[in-house]
């Protein structure tokens, strides 16, 4: 059965997309077997590679030998065809892929590896896995959707194809794909190849949800400190009296319960990355120490009169409006001014409406392929009502509203009624237009009024606009300038 996949514009326009066969066991007839299905494909470029397996090879060896092979036919899927032993070499690709940004997807291809072998694949990364009978159109569909999350999905594997320094040791993991193709989102990740070779502090902001922690772990795993952990810390999920010795440690009866001593998680992280999420939640002592650490590299656990020293790169992050939390106090400006070497602000779902359906289309592969379950994509209809949500709870609500609909499913398609969401009150696209405008222009009118203390002529003036249309702007908006005048204002100038 043929199966023609859309052209994909990787690399240059129109071209043929590439996909590697890597058949590390030449010895069976699965390598040819699955050439002969991908070829079917006409607008896909086969790159039939035949290795063999040596137990004597070591795995900086395959690491080398896969980085070659992948610098040159650069693919946008790789199918490993591998003997008995899966994990080796498969673990030794996601080495040497490592120094790619993004990844391509791996899939493992065996008749003789155990299925306990091939889901320990997928937890190592692979984005899925193959065994026989081969179904030709079951591949091909697999196929198209590893593809739609690459080319069609235009990732960072257009925008940041630089690689890192060869000479870096990278032993953990594959780093979470960050997948968007808005302007909005490849601004704030086009800088990270840079950001990670750095060792300077960074602090990543953005609302709950947007993926502040998969950010930080990407700048950490392509970095040269990759080889080393990255230890992540929720500042808000600790009561404020513990939180400092959780970061510091502590010494045995530096205070009441201290029954041992703890070396704390600046010590656990040393040579590799600590990550502060919920900043605004760390205590101003605590900030304080925080402070003389980043500058000095020096610290002194609770109870303890040595001074001990470590080497680890801070990332931050917060949800909460940086400059509110500056004049509250709820941040120390120095430490602001620290922290903030690099900046980093993801944007919230809302306003990279685009990048809804090639996320929605991630999710979905990866879960379908999780459970082997035959849902291959969304109705219209469903994919209307993604994007028209407002997504609060940003990619992290998204990723879950997914996963419920195809773990759920019982049918190829997801369609509204699967999807967990607020039923939304049809209304035509002008209707959407004009919500929309008198949503922008409520917040615009708003932002006038605190601007200028509630005070109608003096915010007309600023918009350039009539007193009189300003008032009666206001009063359509039903909103009151009385809730935005200080204490005690007496209206004068009005």
């Given at each position: 059965m043929s199966f023609n996949a859309?052209?994909?514009?990787?690399?240059?326009a129109m071209k043929p997309t590439n996909v590697l066969l890597l058949d590390l066991n030449p010895a069976c007839d699965l390598g040819p077997k699955l050439r002969g299905?991908?070829?079917?494909?006409?607008?896909i470029n086969i790159h039939h590679q035949k290795e063999s397996v040596k137990t004597s090879d070591t795995n900086s060896r395959w690491a080398d030998a896969m980085t070659r092979i992948v610098s040159i036919v650069k693919p946008a899927v790789i199918f490993v065809v591998s003997p008995g032993n899966v994990l080796r070499p498969v673990a030794s690709l996601f080495e040497s892929l490592n120094r790619w940004l993004?990844?391509?997807?791996?899939?493992?291809?065996?008749?003789?590896?155990s299925r306990d072998e091939l889901m320990e694949a997928i937890k190592q990364g692979a984005d899925d896995f193959i065994t026989p009978p081969l179904d030709p159109v079951e591949i091909h569909l697999r196929l198209q959707k590893l593809l739609d999350q690459t080319c069609g999905g235009e990732t960072l594997a257009h925008n940041l194809q630089a690689r890192l320094d060869e000479k870096s040791s990278l032993r953990e993991n594959h780093a979470k794909p960050l997948i968007g193709r808005s302007e909005s989102f490849l601004a704030a990740v086009r800088k990270l190849p840079n950001i990670a070779i750095s060792d300077d502090t960074v602090l990543i902001s953005g609302e709950t949800g947007t993926g502040k922690e998969v950010c930080a772990r990407?700048?950490?795993?392509?970095?040269?400190?990759?080889?080393?952990?990255?230890?992540?810390?929720?500042?808000?999920a600790f009561p404020e009296h513990l939180l400092e010795s959780e970061l510091f440690g502590h010494e045995r009866g530096a205070f009441t319960g201290a029954v041992a001593s703890n070396i704390g998680l600046i010590?656990?992280?040393?040579?590799?990355?600590?990550?502060?999420?919920?900043l605004d939640s760390l205590p101003l002592p605590a900030q304080s120490k925080l402070l003389?650490?980043?500058?000095?590299?020096?610290?002194?656990?609770?109870?303890s009169t040595r001074t001990r020293?470590?080497?680890?790169?801070?990332?931050?992050?917060?949800?909460?409006?940086?400059?509110?939390?500056?004049?509250?106090?709820?941040?120390?400006?120095?430490?602001?001014?620290?922290?903030t070497t690099f900046?980093?602000?993801?944007?919230?779902?809302?306003e990279r409406t685009e990048d809804i359906r090639v996320l929605a289309a991630h999710f979905l592969a990866r879960t379908a392929n999780k459970l082997r379950k035959h849902v291959n994509g969304f109705s219209s209809d469903a994919l209307l009502k993604l994007c028209l949500y407002d997504w609060p709870g940003n990619v992290r609500e998204l990723e879950s509203v997914v996963t419920r609909a195809v773990t759920l499913s019982e049918q190829a398609l997801i369609r509204t009624h699967d999807l967990s969401l607020p039923e939304l009150s049809p209304k035509s696209y002008q209707e959407r237009k004009d919500d929309f405008v008198r949503e922008w222009e409520r917040r615009e009118v708003i932002a006038l009024l605190v601007a200028h203390d509630g005070n109608v002529c003096r915010a007309a003036a600023s918009a350039m606009m009539d007193p009189r249309v300003m008032r009666e702007r206001i009063r359509k908006l039903g909103i009151d300038p009385d809730d935005y005048r200080p204490k005690g204002y007496d209206g004068s100038n009005e």
């Open positions: 859309p052209r994909r514009e990787c690399g240059s299905i991908l070829e079917s494909s006409s607008d993004p990844r391509p997807p791996v899939v493992p291809v065996s008749d003789t590896g990407f700048i950490h795993k392509v970095s040269p400190r990759a080889a080393s952990g990255f230890v992540p810390v929720n500042c808000g010590r656990e992280a040393e040579g590799g990355t600590l990550f502060l999420d919920e003389r650490f980043l500058q000095e590299k020096e610290y002194r656990p609770v109870g020293i470590a080497d680890v790169r801070v990332i931050a992050a917060t949800n909460i409006n940086l400059n509110e939390a500056l004049q509250q106090g709820r941040i120390r400006r120095d430490l602001y001014y620290r922290l900046e980093v602000n993801l944007p919230p779902l809302r």
